[in-house]
């Protein structure tokens, strides 16, 4: 069992930058594959990152490439999401979740993150 807790949203303009943290229990927070997702009001939960369980491979989603950072610190059982260059359509709820592949198992509750323009 993981539980999982997101940190480090707000308010900021566009241009920006935020950094989300998403802090997890439990000793096997290594062996998890993380990633961070995000919804907007009425539409669908999309893909924003994904770290596997040493860090060696990261993935994102095509609209927050070059601009947000995936990143993870094991020994404090932490994920990070940098983002940078932020623009109003970034604005969404930003969940991160751990599991195996591209299964997620365990989810965080969620954190907001608006963007004004």
């Known amino acids: 069992q993981v539980q999982l807790a997101e940190s480090g949203g707000g308010l900021v303009q566009a241009g920006g930058s935020l950094r989300l943290s998403c802090a997890a229990s439990g000793r096997t927070f290594s062996s998890y594959t993380m990633g961070w997702f995000r919804q907007a009001p009425g539409k669908e939960r999309e893909f924003v990152a994904q770290?596997?369980?040493?860090?060696?491979?990261?993935y994102y989603a095509d609209s927050v490439k070059g601009r947000f950072t995936i990143s993870r610190d094991n020994a404090k059982n932490t994920v990070y999401l940098q983002m940078n260059s932020l623009k109003p359509e970034d604005t969404a709820a930003y969940s991160c979740?751990?599991?195996?592949?591209?299964?997620?198992?365990?989810w965080g509750q969620g954190i907001q993150v608006t963007v004004s323009s």
């Open positions: 770290i596997n369980r040493n860090s060696g491979s990261t």
């Open positions: 979740a751990a599991g195996s592949g591209s299964f997620y198992e365990y």
